[in-house]
């Protein structure tokens, strides 16, 4: 665990250890975003200058870990957030960027990502020894979700699809990445910010199966990017 004195340090730690991270992952990248608040900074870091020109974006997809069932206008798009922060000033061709669809059901749409998904990785089923991303971000909810997978849904005991619709839980349906694609990363790199996530935070290291977030089991990195308020006032 990294902590960070605030919100805008934790972003440049952050930004400096993708780019790190990026730069020395061999071949095409995998990378997977997360939305929410936290990430937000982060993302304009690495669309401006000099960290945008240090990133290897000729041999980088981008995917999302989840998404609002939401138009990709929406204010409450996780991908318009990251079109608006990053995809707006860095070099990476339309081919290279996968957002989640909004178009059919969510479940329609959850199917469809998953066979991109399954397409982008050259195979149906995932070996341990190949991970599907190469970096996987996280962020982590006062509930203790991570992505969409939100406490007391059935998709916290989907193992078998990679990509799952979340009907209920929250306001607006939503589509996930479920923890087989999740754990079937190189490195998951969970970003938390602020005090109300301190007690979650402490939980979810500690392992507490209640919490969606604890619940992820992989043979991959785990990197815990905090500030001092999550980290419980820790310097």
């Given at each position: 665990?990294?902590?960070?004195?605030?919100?805008?340090?934790?972003?440049?730690?952050?930004?400096?250890?993708?780019?790190?991270?990026?730069?020395?992952?061999?071949?095409?990248?995998?990378i997977?975003?997360?939305?929410?608040?936290t990430?937000?900074?982060?993302?304009?870091?690495?669309?401006?200058?000099?960290?945008?020109?240090r990133?290897?974006?000729?041999?980088?997809?981008l995917f999302?870990?989840?998404?609002r069932?939401?138009p990709h206008?929406?204010?409450?798009s996780?991908?318009?957030?990251?079109?608006?922060?990053?995809?707006?000033?860095?070099?990476?061709?339309?081919?290279?960027?996968?957002?989640?669809?909004v178009d059919?059901?969510?479940?329609?749409?959850?199917r469809?990502?998953?066979?991109?998904l399954?397409?982008?990785?050259?195979?149906?089923?995932?070996?341990?020894?190949?991970?599907?991303?190469?970096?996987?971000?996280?962020?982590?909810?006062?509930?203790?979700?991570?992505?969409?997978?939100?406490?007391?849904?059935?998709?916290?005991?989907q193992?078998?699809?990679?990509?799952?619709?979340?009907?209920?839980?929250?306001e607006?349906?939503?589509?996930?990445?479920?923890?087989?694609?999740?754990?079937?990363?190189?490195?998951?790199?969970?970003?938390?910010s602020?005090?109300?996530?301190?007690?979650?935070?402490?939980?979810?290291r500690?392992?507490?199966?209640?919490?969606?977030?604890?619940?992820?089991r992989?043979?991959g990195?785990?990197?815990?990017?905090?500030?001092s308020?999550?980290a419980?006032?820790?310097p």
């Amino acid at each position: 665990m990294r902590v960070a004195k605030d919100p805008n340090a934790l972003a440049a730690i952050a930004a400096e250890w993708f780019v790190r991270t990026a730069n020395a992952r061999p071949g095409n990248l995998r990378i997977a975003l997360s939305g929410g608040s936290t990430p937000k900074a982060l993302y304009e870091l690495l669309g401006s200058e000099p960290l945008r020109a240090r990133i290897p974006w000729q041999r980088i997809d981008l995917f999302w870990g989840d998404e609002r069932f939401v138009p990709h206008d929406s204010p409450e798009s996780n991908y318009r957030m990251v079109r608006q922060t990053l995809l707006a000033t860095v070099p990476l061709p339309p081919a290279r960027i996968h957002p989640v669809p909004v178009d059919g059901t969510p479940d329609e749409a959850a199917r469809s990502y998953e066979m991109a998904l399954k397409h982008s990785y050259g195979a149906d089923t995932l070996d341990p020894a190949r991970p599907l991303f190469d970096i996987m971000l996280l962020g982590l909810g006062r509930d203790g979700h991570t992505g969409s997978l939100l406490p007391g849904q059935p998709v916290l005991d989907q193992r078998e699809r990679w990509v799952d619709a979340v009907m209920s839980g929250r306001e607006e349906p939503r589509v996930t990445l479920t923890y087989p694609a999740i754990e079937s990363s190189h490195v998951l790199a969970f970003l938390v910010s602020g005090s109300e996530k301190a007690h979650v935070l402490e939980n979810v290291r500690r392992g507490d199966p209640r919490l969606p977030a604890a619940r992820i089991r992989t043979s991959g990195a785990v990197i815990w990017l905090v500030d001092s308020a999550a980290a419980g006032g820790q310097p």
